[in-house]
Each structure stands twice: as structure tokens, then as C-alpha cells.
Nanobody, 117 residues
Framework: QVQLVESGGGLVQPGGSLRLSCAAS????????MGWYRRAPGKQRELVAS???????NYADSVKGRFTISRDNAKNTVYLQMNSLKPEDTAVYYC???????????WGQGTQVTVSS
């Protein structure tokens, strides 16, 4: 079992920045692919950014150039740096861990990000 705990969400003005953290325990963290997903009100959950066990990153088109995903294997933590935030970024952000692409993986409980206008 993998336990994931997200933190760092909150209220921010448009154009502002926020950094989310996902702390993992109960697994060999370095072997897992990690991702940040979000679910906006009334919408399906979508992949925002991912980083493989080897460090390869991928981003949704909507956040490219604004968000950066990173990982610190020594701290068992994944980060999502969010800059130039927009109201449409408002969502609950979830952390996910997978050993393979095909797995559903493990999920945190989410952290709320609200971008006010």
C-alpha cells in the first residue's frame, strides 16, 4: 500500500503562484511514476503533469509553460509548481503513483486550489 498526502493548496489571485507537494510513504518511491491530476467543478478528472521514475516529464497543453512537475526521491516527495494561475485552474488537485502506465495506481485525498478573479 502507498500512502499519498497532498498539501500546498489554497486561495490565490489570477497571475499568482502556488506550489503543491505530495508526500509518499509505504513504497519504494523511486520506482514509481508520479502524476498530478485535477478535477474542476462539473468536469472529469484530467492529467495535469506527470514524471516517470526516470525523470521524464509531460504536461497537459493547458498548463505547458506555466506548471512544472519535479520529484525529490530522497524526500519521497513530488512537487507541482504553478505559475501564472488562471481562474480555470481552479480544481481539486490529486497526486497519483503508478508502477506501470496500465495501473490505476494510488491516490491522495486531494488539495483544493482556488484562483479568484
Amino acid at each position: 500500500q502507498v500512502q499519498l498526502v497532498e498539501s500546498g493548496g489554497g486561495l490565490v489571485q489570477p497571475g499568482g503562484s502556488l506550489r503543491l507537494s505530495c508526500a509518499a510513504s509505504g513504497s519504494i518511491f523511486r520506482l514509481y511514476h508520479m502524476g498530478w491530476y485535477r478535477r474542476a467543478p462539473g468536469k472529469q478528472r484530467e492529467l495535469v503533469a506527470s514524471i516517470t521514475s526516470g525523470g521524464t516529464t509531460n504536461y497537459a497543453d493547458s498548463v505547458k509553460g506555466r506548471f512544472t512537475i519535479s520529484r525529490d526521491n530522497a524526500k519521497n516527495t513530488v512537487y507541482l509548481q504553478m505559475n501564472s494561475l488562471k481562474p480555470e485552474d481552479t480544481a481539486v488537485y490529486y497526486c497519483n503513483a503508478k508502477r506501470t502506465v496500465a495501473e490505476l495506481g494510488y491516490w491522495g485525498q486531494g488539495t483544493q486550489v482556488t484562483v479568484s478573479s
